[in-house]
């Protein structure tokens, strides 16, 4: 009886992770007043890890309270024209990739959260395989069809209260 017990019991404490995960990715909200993303043409570089990234830029448009964003990862969609760079690992069997933004002092991308006061922006990349040709990418980035942002935002309130929300844009 008490192998049973604690058999139910590991299940249980089995699933609460994935049914957070299937419920935050489930009901994530579609808008992110006074944020606007822009993704930029893929460029192609010798010599690095990744030789196509295709840039997002991330601008606040809030005139007043800075943001936070924090926590940003990729997945790309089912159907999508583009595949990542096999060289770019994915959280195991989720298909999330981790996103990284544009660290000033390094000029390179480290940080996992970026605040931005009103009219500032950074800039995050995505992995594309470089073996997708121009014209390819060009089209699946006019369709939106690469896949989805997610990220968490963070605003402040006139009363000095956070408000955090998850968000997911489609690229």
């Not at 601008?59 to 089912?78: D, L, W």
Request: with cysteine; proline share 8%; charged share 25%.
């Amino acid at each position: 009886m008490e192998n049973l017990l604690f058999t139910i019991l590991g299940v249980i404490l089995g699933w609460i992770p994935q049914a957070y995960f299937w419920v935050r990715d489930r009901f994530t909200s579609a808008k992110a007043p006074g944020i606007a993303l822009a993704v930029r043409r893929p460029y192609d570089r010798a010599g690095v890890m990744y030789q196509c990234k295709t840039r997002v830029d991330v601008t606040s448009q809030n005139s007043g309270q800075p943001v936070r964003i924090s926590a940003p990862y990729f997945v790309f969609a089912k159907r999508a024209l583009l595949k990542p760079d096999p060289k770019w690992t994915s959280e195991h069997g989720t298909g999330r990739f981790r996103l990284y933004f544009f660290t000033p002092p390094k000029k390179g991308h480290e940080w996992e959260d970026v605040y931005l006061r009103p009219h500032e922006k950074t800039d995050t990349w995505i992995a594309i395989d470089p073996r997708h040709s121009d014209p390819e990418i060009d089209e699946a980035s006019g369709a939106k069809r690469i896949g989805r942002l997610y990220f968490q935002m963070t605003r402040w309130t006139d009363s000095g209260t956070p408000k955090t929300r998850w968000v997911s844009k489609k690229l």
